[in-house]
């Protein structure tokens, strides 16, 4: 299989396998309308299998998200066909509007207008949970 090289955009690599398509879908990549290439279980000398994500555009995105779907990714941006900018993700201490609270109860439930927040409390495990009600994600 071939997949072109860009020419002026963003490849979200290492990402761990099968967690591409969750990625996808949290960077709303289906509504932008330029090429997205999504390529699965590519082979990778030190993962054994990953997932890349290929936008042909230059575009904003979202380390925090990237950060919290797959904190072992890394994010190159492509400019006339050259690396110009290359970012190790970690996870964020602090996700406003990627996630929303599970808890019925919750101020940020029943108050539309407010942010979803979430502080990340335990590093080792990823373990986020809501500024207002202290309800871990699940």
Known sequence: ????????????????????????????????????????????RKMGKKDIIKIDADIPVD????????????VSFIKDGKLVDKHKIELPKRLVNVIKCKNPRCISSTEQE???????TDKEHG????????????
């Open 127 to 138: 373990i986020y949970r809501c500024a207002y009600c202290e309800t871990k994600f699940e």
């Open 1 to 44: 299989m071939t997949i072109d090289s860009i020419q002026n955009g963003v490849v979200i690599d290492h990402i761990t396998a099968g967690q591409g398509m969750k990625l996808y879908e949290l960077l709303h990549l289906d509504d932008l309308d330029v090429s997205v290439a999504l390529i699965k279980n590519v082979t990778s």
């Open 114 to 120: 407010l942010d979803q927040i979430f502080n990340l």
């Open 63 to 74: 380390l925090d998200i990237i950060g919290f779907a797959d904190p072992s990714a890394t």
